[in-house]
């Protein structure tokens, strides 16, 4: 099947955004049209959202504050008992 090109306007940044977006997904500009587009004609109507979760920086901070807790075992102790960790807290009040 012969290619043809397409012309697309758009904001320079978002095109710059877009670009990022694509890299992180493993794919092109190219390539991401052309997946929405065989899909739109295939299923007819706006076929679909691809997308990952970005954690805000509050839950990143988080994230690390958690990871460096785990690495330090001066700072709390682990259970891996449930009804344990409850009696030992409750035995607190």
Known sequence: ???T?????MDADLKKQFETFCAD??????AAFNVFAKKA???HR???EIGYDIPNEETREA???AQQMKADS???KTYTDVDAMMKEL???V
């Open 5 to 9: 090109n397409v012309n697309i306007r």
């Open 46 to 48: 706006i076929p679909f």
């Open 25 to 30: 997904v493993g794919l092109t500009m190219t």
């Open 63 to 65: 994230i690390r504050e």
């Open 41 to 43: 004609v295939r299923e």
């Open 90 to 92: 409750l035995s607190d």
């Open 74 to 76: 001066t700072i709390g």
């Open 1 to 3: 099947m012969a290619s």
